[in-house]
């Protein structure tokens, strides 16, 4: 079955071009991530990495600016740390800022 999953993954990187996919929020892409989870650790645990950036990978996430920095929060409200995020998320958030909060 893992490997199946894993063939559908490549299938995926195949047939849709990188410019027509869904930009994805993390710095390495969610069927990236899924596929080196999958590989080294087994089918079980790449659904797993599939259904927890499926919930978090979505619009709706939030940057604070803190006083120890700055901290991404998801739309499930999970907190990750800036090196987990794409460098595009982040420079489009510094560039259009309504959605972001400051704690001063």
Same mark, same amino acid.
């Given at each position: 079955?893992?490997?199946? =999953?894993?063939?559908?993954?490549?299938?995926?990187?195949?047939? $849709?071009?990188?410019? !027509?996919?869904? *930009?994805?929020?993390? %710095?390495?892409?969610?069927?990236?991530?899924?596929?080196?989870?999958t590989q080294k650790r087994?089918?079980?645990?790449?659904?797993?990495?599939?259904? =927890?950036?499926?919930?978090?990978?979505?619009?709706?996430?939030? $940057?604070?600016?803190? !006083?120890?920095? *700055?901290?991404?929060? %998801?739309?499930?409200?999970?907190?990750?740390?800036?090196?987990?995020?794409?460098?595009?998320?982040?420079?489009?958030?510094?560039?259009?800022?309504? =959605?972001?909060?400051?704690?001063?």
């Amino acid at each position: 079955m893992r490997v199946v =999953f894993l063939w559908f993954i490549k299938a995926y990187w195949f047939l $849709i071009p990188p410019h !027509k996919r869904n *930009k994805c929020i993390f %710095s390495e892409s969610c069927s990236h991530y899924v596929f080196r989870i999958t590989q080294k650790r087994g089918l079980i645990k790449g659904l797993v990495a599939l259904n =927890f950036r499926f919930k978090h990978c979505r619009p709706g996430y939030y $940057i604070i600016n803190g !006083k120890d920095g *700055k901290l991404f929060i %998801s739309s499930r409200n999970k907190v990750f740390d800036l090196t987990e995020i794409s460098e595009n998320v982040l420079e489009m958030k510094n560039k259009t800022s309504p =959605f972001e909060c400051s704690n001063n």
